[in-house]
């Protein structure tokens, strides 16, 4: 896996935390629906999505901007006024230091989020137990991974998707979507896909043009998301 040598590589250069942070946010309400977060963006992502909106988030190569050690110290300030830190990226996951940041946010109370595509599901298992809440980027029919992220990963998409559904853990599968990728044809097998599996909701984010570098998308019409044509009994289909 490239991505996970890039990014143990990152890690020693980020410091004892294996954590290589490239953003933070200080306050969200978006993030994790319905709780006041942090968010600690990871350097990093083996993916390479046509639609990335933090591109600059990619590499692993860049320093990180953040250390954990000053994130951590901020939070243990706010105790009490924050309900939750989310990891997101990037790809998170990809952080041997993760679980241990995880676990000290914790530590300080904190509910734990991820946002994640789960392209390591062996790296994913691990930090089950410290999730409160998980963003799964369901990011195409898993055949058919490559053409959005420029790598044939959805074997091990599906292996985290399945491994989230295995556990109470509540989980907001969620696509970004634009016509240019994915095809009403695609919704539909993604949705029959997620009705089979036993999902109620899937959140449909329309393609946004902030941050994406890609012209030929940010230039094209993107229309309306076809929910009529794409619904399924017991599944709630959302727009955002
Ligand atoms: S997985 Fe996320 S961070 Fe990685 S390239 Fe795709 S959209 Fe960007």
């Not at 980020?14 to 968010?39: C, K």
């Not at 789960?118 to 898993?142: C, T």
């Not at 109620?200 to 012209?215: A, L, S």
Request: glycine share 10%.
């Amino acid at each position: 896996m490239r991505g996970v040598l890039m990014a143990r590589r990152a890690n020693r250069r980020a410091g004892s935390t294996g954590l290589h942070i490239g953003g933070f946010e200080r306050m969200s309400l978006v993030d994790w629906p319905g709780q006041l977060a942090a968010v600690v963006f990871c350097q990093g992502c083996g993916w390479h999505c046509r639609y990335c909106h933090n591109p600059h988030l990619i590499p692993f190569r860049q320093p990180g901007r953040y250390a954990w050690e000053g994130i951590l110290s901020w939070l243990e300030h706010r105790r009490g006024l924050l309900d939750a830190v989310v990891f997101s990226g990037g790809e998170p996951t990809l952080h041997p230091g993760l679980y241990a940041a995880m676990q000290q946010a914790r530590a300080l109370d904190f509910k734990i989020g991820l946002h994640t595509g789960g392209p390591v599901p062996e790296n994913l298992f691990p930090l089950l137990p410290l999730l409160d809440w998980v963003g799964f980027d369901f990011k195409a029919p898993f055949p058919s991974y490559e053409r959005i992220t420029g790598h044939s990963h959805g074997e091990q998409a599906l292996a985290s998707f399945r491994m989230l559904r295995s556990v109470p853990v509540p989980c907001e599968v969620r696509t970004t979507w634009h016509p240019r990728l994915l095809s009403g044809s695609d919704l539909l097998d993604m949705a029959r896909w997620l009705a089979d599996a036993g999902c109620t909701e899937w959140v449909i984010q329309r393609f946004r043009p902030d941050g994406c570098k890609d012209r030929e998308l940010c230039a094209a019409p993107i229309g309306e998301v076809p929910v009529e044509s794409i619904s399924m009994p017991g599944l709630n289909i959302v727009v955002r």
